[in-house]
């Protein structure tokens, strides 16, 4: 059985579909994860959200050890965490960072990032299509 791609969303993204829509689209994170489960291919796919950083820190160690490549959307956490940055220079499989919106376009507060200086690759600015990105991204860099 091979590794999963674990797809990694932080907080408040359980609010998708309904949360400011004019800047992060109108579908659900239920809807983006039924999007990559259709175009897994035979990719065992690990889907989850929290609003917990620890918790987030911790299925980044999971990862790190059983999955093959990691999809994170830090959400606020992207501009706060120096605990996930740690986490993400630890880890040892590719992680490509997502976000919805092009946070280096918004407010002054978003232009710190402590995500993309410990990352393969960062996707932003797409929409819910950087996260179909970002699977096949994923996909080429560990040769399914
Ligand atoms: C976000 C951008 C972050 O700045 C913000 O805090 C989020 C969502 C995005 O996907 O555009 O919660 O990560």
Redesign the pocket.
């Known amino acids: 059985m091979s590794k999963p791609v674990y797809v990694l969303g932080?907080?408040?993204?359980n609010l998708l579909g309904s949360r400011e829509p004019e800047?992060?689209g109108k579908d659900t994170l239920a809807d983006i994860h039924a999007r990559l489960e259709s175009l897994a291919d035979g990719t065992a796919l690990e889907l989850r959200q929290t609003n917990h950083e620890g918790e987030l820190v911790g299925w980044i160690q999971e990862a790190s050890e059983q999955g093959s490549a990691i999809i994170l959307?830090?959400?606020?956490y992207?501009?706060t965490s120096i605990a996930l940055h740690d986490a993400l220079k630890a880890c040892k499989i590719p992680v490509i960072e997502?976000?919805?919106?092009?946070?280096a376009a918004?407010e002054a507060f978003?232009q710190v990032n402590y995500v993309s200086p410990a990352v393969k690759a960062t996707i932003?600015g797409l929409g819910a299509y950087g996260y179909e990105l970002a699977l096949m991204a994923a996909k080429t860099l560990t040769g399914k």
Do not use: E
Request: aromatic share 4%; net charge positive; no cysteine.
């Open positions: 932080g907080p408040n993204l800047i992060y959307n830090a959400a606020a992207t501009h997502v976000h919805l919106s092009n946070p918004r978003r932003a």
